[in-house]
């Protein structure tokens, strides 16, 4: 059978969705998924010339050293993912959350906040890396995680931000509230409430078919794969892995090697054929 007419069947059988998004989710909205150097640098030729990878442009230090260089980064980041619209995909995995299930989940590695953007309530998304949208003190003075309603104009020539925000509680430098690489002051309260959610809500389906539909989540940091198999295994679920390049999931589940949307928009085509 057609990878794509399974894929429909599987989901036309399920109770419960749960959504798996990785990186490649948001490609096709037109943003960059920092896939490699070539990728990352691609996006930031300043970086490039600097000799600075992701890895490193994505570390605390800078905003411990110098954080306007830090900001440059994420402030960049952060007008970008707020002028971005989520492609079609989100819209139709959010149809068939509301018109075919009992209830739905969305676990996500990406800080952009695309699901929030797309529609989908607050409290049915586990930011697993947390968000660009929210802040966090520096050092950290308190475990206190607020919205970021500030602008951070950048100079992209230098790639540093021109505004610094700041802890309201004790006036030292405010960051984003990612989780960054070798990062010992993210301050994980949100999140965790998050999960504990995203706990709840299997405990409550442990009992019912569920399908997890797992966008654009590659191996280079693999908890997004890991929580798909670890559904994929514990649960009466399918996950249908949908992956340009590693696609590779075991039988019985499903293995899609195709982008997120264009994957997304031909599974509806066969499910509205099933329906
Ligand atoms: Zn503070």
């Given at each position: 059978m057609d990878v794509y007419r399974k894929a429909a069947k599987a989901i036309k059988d399920a109770q419960v969705l749960l959504i798996t998004a990785g990186a490649g989710m948001g490609v096709d909205s037109g943003?960059?998924?920092?896939?490699?150097e070539k990728g990352f640098w691609k996006a930031y030729p300043l970086y490039e010339r600097l000799g600075l990878n992701f890895y490193e442009m994505a570390n605390p230090v800078h905003f411990e050293r110098d954080p306007a260089f830090g900001w440059g980064f994420y402030g960049h980041r952060l007008e970008l993912y707020r002028k971005t619209n989520p492609h079609e995909g989100f819209r139709i995995l959010l149809r068939w959350a509301e018109e075919l299930m009992d209830d739905f989940f969305v676990v996500t590695s990406?800080?952009?906040g695309q699901f929030q953007k797309a529609?989908?309530?607050?409290?049915?998304?586990?930011?697993i890396h947390g968000s660009i949208h929210h802040l966090q003190c520096i050092r950290p003075c308190c475990n206190e995680v607020w919205e970021n309603k500030e602008d951070i104009p950048v100079?992209?020539?230098?790639?540093?931000?021109?505004y610094i925000p700041k802890c309201p509680f004790c006036g030292d430098v405010a960051r984003p509230n990612v989780l960054m690489f070798?990062?010992?002051?993210?301050?994980g309260v949100r999140t965790y409430s998050q999960g504990r959610r995203f706990e709840k809500f299997l405990a409550c389906n442990k009992d019912k078919r569920i399908v997890v539909v797992e966008i654009g989540a590659g191996t280079a940091v693999p908890s997004i794969r890991h929580t798909s198999e670890r559904i994929g295994k514990n649960y009466n679920a399918v996950v249908i892995r949908i992956n340009p390049r590693e696609y590779h999931i075991s039988d019985p589940h499903i293995s899609i090697p195709e982008k997120g949307l264009k994957a997304l928009k031909l599974i509806d085509e066969e499910l509205r054929k099933l329906c």
């Open positions: 943003l960059p998924d920092f896939r490699g990406n800080v952009d529609g989908y309530p607050e409290d049915k998304i586990y930011e100079d992209y020539e230098t790639m540093r931000a021109k070798g990062d010992f002051s993210w301050v």
